[in-house]
């Protein structure tokens, strides 16, 4: 299972998700999400939660987090 790092400079967020979130997509992420999304990227494809938690740390955002939806640190299959 790969995991994603969504980063969101305007709202300074890392959000951790599976690559099989509904969110996520496999970093593709959610169609129409508006235009504060343009500045924002996925980083990925990550082997481990615990890489992509690493790199989301290392984005220097202000919330780093895993996502409420898939939560990745606590499913690590």
Known sequence: MPF???VDPPTQRAVV???????C????????AGP???????????VTAAAAF????????TIVK????CEPAIRRK
Do not use: I
């Not at 998700?17 to 969110?23: I, K, S, T, Y």
């Not at 504060?36 to 980083?43: C, I, M, N, R």
């Open 4 to 6: 994603y790092v969504f």
């Open 17 to 23: 998700h599976r690559g099989d979130c509904g969110h």
């Open 25 to 32: 997509k496999e970093g593709r992420g959610q169609k129409g």
């Open 36 to 46: 504060k999304y343009e500045t924002s990227e996925w980083l990925g494809p990550f």
């Open 54 to 61: 690493r790199t989301a740390r290392a984005s220097h955002m």
């Open 66 to 69: 895993e996502c409420g939806h």
